[in-house]
């Protein structure tokens, strides 16, 4: 499973990481962070991610 | 061919459903009817980004999942009358669909003034179409604002007009202050003092009584007799439920669809709704049902609504506990945000400031019987960030009935 951010349309709202902590996180410098390649037993959190993000920002690209 | 589920409504909350549906194991027909010739889009930045002419709609269409590729929209067509004993819903086009299952989806369309006075120059921000229309009228030059409606979209409106140049934005509301009822007094003030150092007049404490001018609107009079020249008004002023189309089933349409603590509707299992549109009991909290607005609710009520309903319809039950999501809201106005967690309106008569000072970022708390129920943010991303701390403490909580 291939994770793409599109960090023009990341507003920092964090609902991700929330979702799925296992992938998102916000580095020190509270910049969203992310696996880009993360493991398929992660789908339905990945997917939740996307959901929820408010910018709508996150693409799951198979 | 099997009967499908057909979901009235082909925005945010139905197209989740939809695919949830999928996720939760109906690999039966859907149809999704949708009034809008749009597919589904994200509204937030309507009355923000799309205004200020920084986003297109390719930007705001949500990417359906692969799993709805082979569902039906009906797209430019709405429902008009339903028949739940007969599993019967009738569009505008003549056309009567037999369904296994139904989902509510209709949401709400913005509440209108009745005052007299002309209509034309007067606006609301519920669609794609109506952004458009208000960005043209908003951005030509000099032009004088008047948003009637010091809530989330008048709010985030009039910061978004003052961005654009307009000659003069003046916020009109009978209560006190912006955003008092989801904020209680102390932010709310703080609300008012940033928008005020930033250009945004308030008129408050008052409200419209009538429009001035013939053919298009000039000016706005107010209940304390003053007049507010306009070119250009936005009435924020609330939301009607679109539940005509339901009338005539013995189903309780006060505000929006009255559901269980599962989102069926009317004691019919085959019948769920979903969005903003639900009035649904929070389990999290004191199992008054209401409706919820946040952008968040489409989602969560989709999730749950849809395991409910392919369960039903598998002959099973979902299992699930009662519904009980933590309300989330943002809004985002100006150079600041607010960001809150919890059911804050039923903390409002124990609010303390817990990081920061109202003048500055600041994390706010609203308490019930000393608990703390809910937060809200005010400022840059740190604000939220203290903000976002709360919430798995929010998300711990058992219910204020247990």
């Known amino acids: 499973m291939k994770v793409v951010v599109d960090m023009n349309k990341c507003q920092d709202h964090g609902q991700c990481v929330f979702a799925a ?6 580095d020190d410098a509270g910049r969203l962070a992310y696996v880009a390649d993360p493991d398929d037993a992660l789908r339905d959190e990945v997917e939740e991610a996307a959901d929820v993000c408010p ?6 690209e198979d | 061919m099997r009967a499908p589920i057909v979901v009235a409504g082909a925005s945010m909350a139905g197209l989740r459903t939809a695919e949830q549906l ?3 194991g109906w690999d039966g027909p859907i149809i999704l009817i949708g009034d809008e010739s749009h597919m589904p889009y994200n509204r937030p930045p309507l009355s923000k980004e799309v205004l200020a002419g920084r986003a297109t709609f ?9 799993a709805v590729a082979d569902v039906t929209w009906r797209l430019g067509t709405k429902a008009v009358r339903a028949d739940l004993d007969r599993h019967l819903v009738e ?3 003549g056309e009567a669909l037999t369904y296994a299952g139904l989902v509510i989806a209709t949401g709400m369309r913005p509440r209108r003034l009745r005052c007299p006075g002309p209509t034309t120059g007067r606006h609301t921000v519920r669609t794609l179409d109506d952004a458009r229309g208000l960005r043209d009228a908003l951005t030509r030059p000099g032009v004088r604002v008047v948003v009637v409606g010091a809530g989330f979209i008048g709010c985030e409106v009039a910061a ?3 961005a654009l140049g307009a000659a003069e934005v003046t916020v009109v509301d009978p209560l006190p202050l912006p955003m008092i009822g989801p904020l209680g007094e102390p932010l709310a003030r703080a609300l008012r003092d940033r928008h005020e150092q930033r250009g945004v007049r308030f008129a408050l404490g008052t409200g419209v009584t009538a429009f001035e001018g013939e053919d298009h609107v000039t000016g706005v009079i107010l209940a304390d007799g003053s007049v507010l020249a306009a070119d250009v008004v936005v009435e924020s002023v609330g939301s009607v439920a679109n539940t005509e189309w339901l009338d005539g089933n013995g189903l309780d349409l006060t505000d929006g669809v009255l559901t269980d603590e599962h989102l069926r509707v009317g004691c019919r299992p085959d019948v769920v709704a979903v969005g903003d549109i639900a009035r649904f009991p929070n389990a999290r909290y004191d199992g008054v049902p209401r409706r919820v607005e946040h952008w968040s609710i489409p989602t969560d009520t989709a999730k749950h609504a849809a395991r409910v309903l392919a369960a039903h319809l598998g002959g099973t039950e979902s299992g699930l506990a009662p519904f009980a999501p933590l309300p989330t809201f943002w809004s985002d106005q100006h150079d600041f945000r607010l960001q809150s967690f919890g059911a804050p309106a039923l903390g409002k008569d124990d609010i303390r400031v817990l990081e920061g000072d109202l003048d500055g970022d600041v994390l706010v708390g609203y308490h019930t019987d000393g608990r703390l129920v809910g937060v809200v943010a005010l400022g840059g991303t740190a604000a939220a960030a203290a903000a976002a701390r709360h919430r798995a403490e929010l998300l711990k909580q058992p219910a204020l009935t247990a």
Do not use: E, M
């Open chain 2, 91 to 93: 569009l505008d086009d």
């Open chain 1, 21 to 26: 902590p296992d992938v998102f996180s916000f």
């Open chain 1, 55 to 60: 910018l709508q920002a996150i693409r799951i």
């Open chain 2, 58 to 66: 390719d930007s705001l269409a949500f990417r359906p999942r692969t």
């Open chain 2, 160 to 162: 978004t007009a003052v």
């Open chain 2, 22 to 24: 999928r996720a939760a």
